[in-house]
Each structure stands twice: as C-alpha cells, then as structure tokens.
C-alpha cells in the first residue's frame, strides 16, 4: 500500500492520510482545504510531518525515553481492512498501532492504537482509541496536533478560551484568559486547561468568516503558532507559513491519565464546518 491514500464519502468530502504517523494531511470539502500541511513537510517517514494532525503518544513534550511528543506520529501505522467493509452515508476508517520491540525499549509497555477517521458532509471526526494490552498499568499524555490552514493569522480569532487558565510556553507562567477573541500577533505556544465548551475557530477576517467549531471528550486546549523567527529556524517549514496556519490542539497534557490493565479510553475530536457569520 502506498505511504499516502485519500479517501471519500461521496458527498464532496474527503481526506488523506500518511500511513507514517497515520497523520491526515488534507481534508477538503469540495475545493476548500480546511487543513494545513507545509509545502515542505518531509512525507516519506523519516520525520514526523508538519502539518495536517499528527498524533501525540505517549507523551506530550520533550521527552526523555525518545522523540518529543512521543512515537505514534513517526511510526509507521496500518489500514484495519475489516473496518472498511459495510460503509453507511458516513464512512470510517481505522488505523492501527500496537507495540513492537522499538516502543518497548523507549517505554516498555504493551498497547494497541486504533485510530478512526469518519466523514461526514461537512464534519471530520477523528477518535484515537488506546488500549492497555499488557498487565501492568501504565500513564501517558496525548493530543491531537491538528493546523488549520487560515487566510492570514492576523485576521484570524479563536473564540471558546475565556476564563480558561493556561501555561505560557513562550513567556512562561500561569495565567487567565480575559478575552472573549483570541488573537495571535506573536510566538503564541499556551495550554488551556480544564476546557468547559467547544472552540470556535474564525480562519478568515474580523468582519465575516466561515467557523470551525471544534468539539471533543479532552480537558486541555494548546494554541500555537511560530510566528516569524522560530519560522525560520525549522527546516520543514517556509519562513512565511506561520501567516496561513495556526495550530489548535486538543489533548489530556497537563495531567496525564492513567490506563489499567486491560482497559482502554478514546480521545476524540469533532471539527465542523459552519456557515459564514459575523464575529
């Protein structure tokens, strides 16, 4: 099977996907792209890719038992040909990950990913289940790093953040969230916490724009974005790409949950494509 497939529900929806990472890299309705993948990603596995939702797994961050944010979105992932059978108006597919003797000796636990995909006319709903298939229990972090691809970030506002607490990558500390508009003019890297309602996401202008509302079953919200000098330092990014994307990432980061022995738990997103309105 190649590296990268696309796949459609009919209706004018689709997707593709990179089995490195199982990192989906577009997701059109029609001839609009709502996600954002750096024309210079490197695709052929040997890095994670920027751009598109790569999976965050087993941990969130730098990490000292291997590659920051973790394995799953560098490790080569594989179609579940059985969950491709008897499709409805609104397809799934699913793509699976389990331990192999390289994740056990960067973090010795056995484990099995399942990653779902499913369409919808106007919605992408993407559920990464983990399951603990050894006899021990075991910790993590995950998150799912999804860019959106935006006219230009200085036009574009996050609504949904109010009154969240968040950690400060860039500035550090802890602090409140007072606005009601998120926007971003700099090196933006924070982490919302304990999030109560959904995300709506405003990619175009302050005077009209076609939402994103960003739904899910996570606690934590990260924002991110470059801006221009870190830009320039990242080998798989164009110097002004920071202007066309911005990251919002939902995750279970700032705590991380616990998974006993033969249990699993889903973590899932739902990103729709609304109608235009004012802010």
Known sequence: MALEQTY???????????LC????????????????CSKKAIRDGSKAIRGGIPLVFPNFGPWELGPQHGFARNKQWKLDTDSVKDQDENPSWTFILEDD??????????????YTVQLFIDTLKTSLYVNNTGEDSFSFTTLLHTYFRVDNIKDTRIKGLQNLKYVDKV??????EERELVCIDENYDRIYKDRVDNVTLYPDNNQSSITREISTNLPDIVVWNPWIEKAKGMSDFDDNEYLNMICV????????LT??????MVASQTIKVGQKSKI
């Open 8 to 18: 459609s529900n009919g209706s004018g929806s689709q997707f593709t996907i990179n």
């Open 21 to 36: 990472g199982a990192t989906v890299t577009s997701w059109k309705i029609g001839e609009e792209e709502i996600l954002f």
């Open 101 to 114: 003797e390289g994740t056990r000796n960067m973090w010795n636990k056995r484990f099995r990913l399942e």
């Open 171 to 176: 500035n550090g500390g802890e602090h409140k």
């Open 249 to 256: 990432e939902v995750g279970a980061v700032s705590k991380p």
């Open 259 to 264: 998974l006993a022995p033969g249990n699993k």
